[in-house]
Nanobody, 122 residues
């Protein structure tokens, strides 16, 4: 089970940190990802981190502004979002799957959090 939090309303140029807490004892075996979905649009990939925490991957639209990280001791994955833009406004979802690689497609993930709203005002 995944529980995402940390969303909110922020002005353009501001920052937010999203958290996603996972239940269970095998969190370290899961690759994690963040996706987002804006109204009327498909869910899109944002960032992913491998189970070993050694590899990360970002969508071009957030590269250099967002950072994904994880703390396996706390069963939590984070998404630090800086220099936010109005185009980042969306519901953000965390996702998990077993594996040692990186995945960027929603259908490749087995477990999903409930989503947290991020609204960036211009």
């Amino acid at each position: 089970q995944l529980q995402a939090c940390g969303g909110g309303l922020v002005q353009a140029g501001g920052s937010l940190r999203l958290s996603c807490a996972a239940s269970g004892r095998t969190f370290s075996t899961y690759a994690m990802g963040w996706f987002r979905q804006a109204p009327g649009k498909e869910r899109e990939f944002v960032a992913a981190i491998s189970s070993s925490w050694t590899t990360t991957y970002y969508a071009d639209s957030v590269k250099g502004r967002f950072t994904i990280s994880r703390d396996n001791a706390k069963n939590t994955v984070y998404l630090q979002m800086n220099s936010l833009k109005s185009g980042d406004t969306a519901v953000y979802y965390c996702a998990a799957r077993v594996g040692v690689g990186l995945w960027t497609m929603p259908h490749e993930y087995d477990y999903w959090g409930q989503g947290t709203q991020v609204t960036v005002s211009s």
